[in-house]
């Protein structure tokens, strides 16, 4: 069974503090990974990543992909309030015709001012 | 581009009742996907359409839920009859077939509660 696992489920931190959030994953035909941000109901995209250790970055979230030891990490730098949020991670797999995405359970992050 | 529409955002029945969600997705999206999202936990899916044909639903409790895709563009989602267990954020979400570089598009969701 494919199965998508985050960690930690829950994070607090201070502003300006770094966080690490990782996302391990056991799939047949794997596609890509990505990282999607929640903060009320509809998870909004950040990242999508295909192909192992080429980082992606945006402003102060950065993201790596390992297809050897089939993990991703998370990267959040200098964290404001407006972080505070579930983030996703999500693998797209493909079986037959179609692709599907499979969702880790998340990992709640708040940070505190 | 206009995202993808929900309705409603909130919906509060008895269990063994009955209930509908509607989803509009973007314009020219050919797969729609609906998640089930139980507080705590990642979305789950559902059911996948491409155009209006059934893709993937082997994680729809079939005895009870059921989907269409009336001409490849709205869908709607339908519990019946409803159990404690079914209460949830019902997420839409919708794409390009193969699934753009960014991922799917989602809805904002409707919150069921069963009571």
């Known amino acids: 069974e494919d199965k998508v696992v985050q960690s930690p489920l829950s994070l607090v931190v201070h502003e300006g503090d770094t966080v690490t959030l990782n996302c391990s994953y056991e799939?047949?035909?794997?596609?890509?990974l990505l990282w999607y941000k929640q903060e009320k109901k509809a998870p909004t995209f950040l990242f999508m990543l295909?192909?192992?250790?080429i980082e992606k970055k945006s402003g102060r979230l950065s993201s790596i992909l390992d297809k050897k030891e089939l993990f991703s990490i998370l990267n959040i730098t200098a964290t404001q309030t407006g972080d505070s949020a579930v983030y996703l991670c999500?693998?797209?797999?493909?079986?037959?015709?179609?692709?599907?995405?499979?969702f880790g359970t998340g990992t709640l992050l708040a940070v505190q001012p | 581009e206009a995202g993808v529409a929900q309705s409603p955002r909130y919906k509060i029945i008895e269990k063994r009742q009955s209930v509908a969600f509607w989803c509009n997705p973007i314009?020219?999206?050919?797969?729609l996907y609906w998640y089930q999202q139980i507080l705590g936990q990642g979305p789950k899916l559902l059911i996948q359409f491409q155009n209006n044909g059934v893709v993937d639903d082997s994680q729809l409790p079939k005895d009870r839920f059921s989907a269409e895709r009336l001409k490849g563009v709205d869908s709607t989602l339908k519990i019946q009859p409803a159990k404690l267990e079914d209460s949830a954020v019902y997420l839409c979400a919708s794409s390009l077939v193969g699934g753009p570089s960014h991922g799917y598009t989602f809805g904002s969701g409707t919150r069921l509660t069963v009571v």
């Open positions: 999500a693998v797209k797999v493909s079986g037959g015709a179609t692709n599907k995405l499979i």
């Open positions: 799939v047949t035909n794997f596609r890509s």
């Open positions: 295909t192909s192992s250790g």
């Open positions: 314009s020219g999206h050919a797969t």
